[in-house]
């Protein structure tokens, strides 16, 4: 049993604006930029089958779902869908450590 | 090959004009603000890449794989990665090898 928990969210915008406040001497500007690219870069890794490794936050590969048939829901018609590589994220030891943590200060 | 932090400031430096140390405090900083967020108990949602979520699991039962015991395995609090639509069309687009 797994349930997601209650918990808000912290969205891009307020990423950038943190990650902006500790780094004074840049402008908002420019770390947002900056964000954007970082995000570019982790998915174009992806689209052309590159993992990606980021010591003590995790790893992120593709996983490859292999071809199976399907039904077109609307007319119940059989289809074949093609075999497709999916993204796949494993959380480093320490993102694990505290992501636990977390539950035990509640 | 796999891309790495260091490949990533690397990418800064020369797409953005940041300089070197920059660069790579950005980099650290980017990990360390959604690894913080996670382990301040916040789901993380990145749009065009994925949301990080957060997931309670109840206690349920195991087995040591070696010795065959049973032992509980504890509840505990997990990050799961659901990718954005944007990058599940991308990535499916890859005709690369069945990994």
Same mark, same amino acid.
């Given at each position: 049993? !797994? &349930?997601?928990?209650?918990a808000?969210s912290?969205?891009?915008?307020?990423?950038?604006e943190r990650?902006?406040?500790k780094?004074?001497h840049?402008?908002?500007? #420019?770390v947002?930029l900056?964000v954007?690219?970082?995000?570019?870069?982790?998915?174009n890794a992806?689209? !052309?089958?590159e993992?990606?490794?980021?010591?003590?936050?995790?790893s992120?590969?593709?996983h490859?779902?292999?071809p199976r048939?399907?039904r077109?829901p *609307?007319?119940? #018609? !059989?289809?074949?869908?093609?075999?497709?590589h999916?993204p796949?994220?494993?959380?480093g030891?320490?993102?694990? &450590?505290?992501?636990?943590d !977390?539950m *035990?200060?509640? | @090959?796999?891309?790495t +932090?260091?490949? @990533?400031?690397?990418?800064?430096?020369e797409?953005?004009g940041?300089n070197k140390r920059e660069? /790579?405090e950005?980099?650290?900083?980017?990990f360390?603000e959604?690894? @913080?967020?996670? $382990?301040?108990a916040?789901?993380? /949602?990145?749009s $065009?890449?994925g949301n990080?979520?957060l997931?309670? /699991?109840?206690e349920r039962? $195991?087995?040591n794989?070696k010795?065959g015991?049973?032992?509980?395995?504890?509840a505990?609090? %997990? %990050?799961?990665?659901?990718?954005g639509q +944007?990058? +599940?069309q991308r990535?499916?687009?890859y005709? $690369?090898?069945?990994q």
């Amino acid at each position: 049993m !797994s &349930e997601e928990t209650n918990a808000r969210s912290m969205m891009k915008s307020e990423l950038i604006e943190r990650i902006a406040r500790k780094q004074s001497h840049l402008a908002y500007k #420019d770390v947002e930029l900056a964000v954007k690219s970082l995000l570019e870069q982790m998915s174009n890794a992806l689209s !052309s089958g590159e993992r990606i490794e980021i010591r003590g936050f995790g790893s992120f590969s593709l996983h490859y779902r292999p071809p199976r048939s399907g039904r077109n829901p *609307k007319t119940g #018609d !059989s289809v074949s869908l093609p075999g497709k590589h999916v993204p796949h994220f494993k959380p480093g030891k320490e993102l694990r &450590e505290r992501v636990n943590d !977390s539950m *035990k200060k509640e | @090959m796999a891309l790495t +932090k260091a490949d @990533m400031a690397e990418s800064l430096y020369e797409e953005l004009g940041l300089n070197k140390r920059e660069a /790579k405090e950005l980099v650290e900083l980017f990990f360390e603000e959604v690894r @913080m967020a996670l $382990g301040d108990a916040n789901h993380v /949602k990145l749009s $065009g890449f994925g949301n990080f979520v957060l997931r309670d /699991k109840t206690e349920r039962p $195991g087995r040591n794989p070696k010795t065959g015991e049973e032992i509980p395995i504890s509840a505990r609090r %997990v %990050v799961t990665f659901r990718p954005g639509q +944007k990058l +599940k069309q991308r990535v499916e687009a890859y005709a $690369g090898s069945q990994q």
